[in-house]
């Protein structure tokens, strides 16, 4: 793909986008919003369905420098989807605060980086904190692009009262520390999210059984949006032992404040 370059007010030569001529992005007024240089964008990605994509997300991606992935080989699956070409650098939570440091040298150079995780917002139970706390630190801007959250998603369909509400990402795995966790939540008179992986959400579904009074309504959404929500009351501990074959994606546990009925 070819890009063709741009003077900014500074007299720097940027890249331009192939989406410039986009009907959907001439309606937006894509092209005259402001992308500053030197400044890292905070780009939520797709949970499943590659058309929840924004069309501010994809300017951005195919104007930045680099985009900074949790994976390489997922991001470059969305990117081809959609012709952008730009070049992808690895950020995950085992490299961070080393690859923090690339981030801080291309942006002192003038870049544009994209940071996105395989799915969602990062930052947010995700890699991506440690890097947008150093970019700051440093001195740099961070720009959010907002995108899809697991979070908001699996609220949205739940059926909860979810005017206040607590998340708490991933619990521990096992022993102690995850009971004490669950013991803790359950206490709460709102509801509450939590995230579980895939061959753990069996188990999870049965020590939250053991924690939240019958009735109690529990909503199990999958984190794609390809892919179907189910909901469960807490005492239905059959149910629970039947779930969670077949998928490698992680789970969503919203549980709600009272009593909701069967489904």
Known sequence: MQFTSDIDETGQRTRSSQFVADPLMQSAQTAQQSFPQSALYIVGLPIGNAADITLRALWVLDICDHVACEDTRETRKLLDRYGISTPTISVHEHNERSASQK????????????????????????????????????????????GASAVVTALSASGLDSYSFTFAGFVPPSGKARRTALS??????????????????????????GVLHAGRRVVVAPSRTDQKVRNFRCDDGVRFARLGAGSRSA????????????E
Not at 251 to 262: L, N, P, S, V
């Open 184 to 209: 803790k939540l359950a206490q709460k008179e709102e509801a509450f999210v939590l995230y579980e992986a895939p061959h753990r959400i069996c188990d999870l579904l049965k020590d939250l059984a």
């Open 103 to 146: 981030l801080i040298d291309y942006l002192a150079k003038g870049e544009r980086i994209a940071l996105v995780t395989d799915a969602g917002t990062p930052a947010v139970s995700d890699p991506g904190a440690k890097a947008v706390q150093s970019v700051r630190e440093a001195g740099f801007r961070v720009v959010p692009v907002p």
């Open 251 to 262: 789970w969503r546990i919203c549980r709600g404040c009272g009593y909701a009925g069967q």
